[in-house]
């Protein structure tokens, strides 16, 4: 048993600092020397918790320069098309999933472009990256995020309720891959603006210079960039580092960078607040995390165990003074399983905009349910059901104490 | 299905409990949040069970519900350490701060409160403003 806290110690010491010490080595400095026709300049080398880099080189004359920022760390996207097909009319059902999405991605096109990513804001929700690439005359240059390797699985009703992402379907070929690759990007950023971007100044003789900056929430470590023309016509890959100091951590699932007081100070006044309203703190806690901009399958899936102790050790308690019934609580507890199994599987499966709506409605449902225990009729009844169960606890707990004395 | 408590017997309706319980874990597990609110008031209003045998019952079944669901959303990838390290202190320190000061508050003052705070969440999670 020594061993295994030991053990844990070791482990937890190994996972906290393993992401540290990846964050101080030192970048290795690439050449910004001439290659293939285009030269690239970044005026810092290294940033603190984000801010601007000014890129500036030259292209050969009259053409079109993009230039690509990716962060070195990688997050998860994932998608799940229903879109109909255009001539079949089958929804394929067909669930899309990368873990190597970069963290942060930018594609930063000529200035003259900048009525495109106008147009495609005001498109709202709908609009499509693919089509502004292609708009942008970019579709020659995207090419990072098509890269990366996704995974697509045919997903079932039936997969959904025994919580099973489906079957793997066999890899995508290349041009599928950065198809599926522009849709992800849109599943993971949303914005125009956190895609795209147009402050990229191009002169007659073909130098140019562009504005990058860099969020603050960013990830750290190293960033590239890349400056092309086309395919072929690139200029050779620059990279910045970028550093993040306590009380910055980074949360390598959502993805983004915080102020670990941030989250503390509002899980603090959120789970507070629900004690005393008599409702689990997750209910406002959620929402508002996700609203702040962290992935809904990463709000969800780290809110849901930081009661599992304060339910454990209230089980605990209630069971000392024989409070529950074994019968009743396990066999809803059973049913609660199941749903419990399947779950965690549909909040992979639904986008943002769907969970915000369903969560809307939970939560106005569940403002009724408090609005009605408000009303006279209600209070009545459970002052009544309130004295019953103190005088059953009082009783409960005596029996426990007489129980104890006796066994001594 | 018959459950005997403290002496007493009651009958517990099973053909609406454990659709709703099923139904309950579905939603909790999927937006991360507690299903006390709609536990209790499922086996209190619905299944006509009193309050005392809820209480702890309710309980034991929800635990199962959050442990099941924390390590499906794991298993899933959706659980991120430092997040957690951050809020896990906050909670509990929440949950040793809340009794201290609901004493010295009216249930239902704060009960009104949380519904208007709860309906001002939920219109903006709906993209009314």
């Not at chain 2, 635990?63 to 298993?75: A, Q």
């Amino acid at each position: 048993m020594k061993n295994f806290w030991k053990l844990a110690i070791i482990l937890m010491f190994t996972i906290a600092f393993s992401t540290n010490i990846y964050a101080e080595q030192q970048s290795v400095t690439s050449a910004e020397t001439q290659k293939e026709g285009i030269v690239l300049q970044v005026d810092r080398k290294e940033l603190s918790g984000g801010g601007k880099i000014t890129i500036t080189g030259k292209a050969p004359q009259g053409k079109d320069v993009y230039i690509e920022i990716w962060s070195e760390k990688n997050v998860r996207a994932a998608r799940l098309d229903t879109d109909p097909d255009p001539k079949t009319g089958k929804r394929p059902y067909i669930f899309y999933m990368t873990d190597e999405m970069p963290a942060f991605y930018t594609l930063i096109v000529p200035e003259k472009y900048k009525d495109i990513l106008d147009q495609a804001k005001k498109e709202g929700g709908k609009w499509s990256v693919s089509k502004v690439i292609k708009d942008a005359g970019a579709d020659a240059v995207y090419g990072e995020p098509a890269k990366r390797k996704i995974d697509r699985y045919q997903t079932t009703l039936w997969a959904s309720v025994i919580g099973s992402r489906g079957t793997l379907l066999p890899p995508m070929d290349e041009k599928d891959n950065k198809r599926r690759s522009m849709q992800l990007l849109k599943a993971k950023f949303r914005s125009v603006e956190t895609i795209f971007s147009s402050k990229l100044k191009i002169a007659q003789d073909g130098t140019f210079t562009a504005e990058l900056d860099l969020p603050s929430n960013t990830a750290p470590g190293k960033y590239f960039i890349l400056a092309k023309v086309d395919k072929e016509l690139k200029s050779s890959l620059v990279t910045v580092e970028n550093k993040i100091t306590l009380p910055n951590v980074y949360l390598s699932n959502a993805g983004r960078t915080v102020n670990l007081f941030g989250p503390f100070f509002l899980a603090l006044v959120v789970t507070t607040f629900g004690v005393l309203m008599g409702a689990g703190g997750g209910f406002i806690l959620n929402p508002i995390l996700v609203l702040l901009g962290l992935p809904h399958t990463v709000v969800a899936g780290t809110v849901m165990p930081t009661v599992l102790f304060s339910q454990a050790s209230g089980v605990y308690n209630y069971s000392k003074i024989k409070f529950i019934n074994w019968k009743l609580g396990i066999t809803l507890g059973l049913a609660m399983i199941l749903g419990a199994f399947i779950g965690p599987k549909l909040t992979e499966l639904i986008t943002l905009a769907q969970f915000k709506f369903i969560f809307g409605w939970i939560l106005i449902i569940l403002a009724a349910l408090m609005f009605w225990q408000t009303t006279p009729g209600y209070l009545e009844k459970h002052k009544k059901e309130q004295a019953i169960l103190k005088e059953f606890k009082k009783r409960a707990e005596e029996a426990a104490k007489k129980k104890a004395e006796g066994g001594k | 299905m018959k459950i005997e408590f403290w002496g007493q017997e009651f009958k517990a309706n099973l053909w609406i409990g454990i659709p709703g319980a099923f139904l309950i874990a579905v939603l909790s597990s999927m937006f991360g949040f507690g299903g006390g609110p709609f536990m209790v008031p499922l086996m209190t209003v619905f299944m006509r069970l009193p309050m005392y045998v809820v209480v702890g019952s309710s309980l034991l079944a929800i635990f199962f519900n959050t442990l099941t669901g924390s390590l499906r959303h794991y298993g899933f990838g959706n659980f991120d350490l430092v997040f957690f390290l951050i809020m896990f202190p906050a909670a509990i320190l929440g949950g040793f701060i809340g009794p201290r000061i609901a004493k010295r508050l009216s249930p239902i003052v704060v009960k009104r409160v949380a519904v208007v705070g709860l309906l001002i969440l939920a219109l903006s999670l709906l993209g009314v403003f």
